[in-house]
Nanobody, 114 residues
Framework: QVQLVESGGELVQPGGSLRLSCVAS????????MLWYRQAPGKEREWVGT????????NYADSVKGRFTMSRDNGKNSFDLQMNNLKPEDTAVYFC???????WGQGTQVTVSS
């Protein structure tokens, strides 16, 4: 079964850090470009970043550039998002997505609040 499962979302204070993980199964993870998206309450889903299949190329949305870092471990079929200096506007459900095949995870909630 083709599947992506996110974890790591929780309540964190402004300025804090959090690491999200996405574990893939059912497809050749090392062949797929991977992406993170997020969706805040009442807003459309927003692209956060993209990382190449080899992990060598990464692009980020301007809103997270310099604060968020993606990484992947093709040996473990895992894809992480390290989030630093979190702001209340980062509050959202975060989703990972594989491009090949096109599959989404179920999402994990991140809440940034004091």
């Amino acid at each position: 079964q083709v599947q992506l499962v996110e974890s790591g979302g929780e309540l964190v204070q402004p300025g804090g850090s959090l690491r999200l993980s996405c574990v893939a199964s059912g497809f050749t993870f090392s062949n797929s470009v991977m992406l993170w998206y997020r969706q805040a309450p009442g807003k459309e889903r927003e692209w956060v970043g993209t990382i190449g299949a080899d992990g060598d190329l990464a692009n980020y949305a301007d809103s997270v550039k310099g604060r968020f870092t993606m990484s992947r471990d093709n040996g473990k079929n895992s894809f992480d998002l390290q989030m630093n200096n979190l702001k209340p506007e980062d509050t959202a459900v975060y989703f990972c997505r594989a491009r090949t095949p096109d599959v989404w995870g179920q999402g994990t909630q991140v809440t940034v609040s004091s």
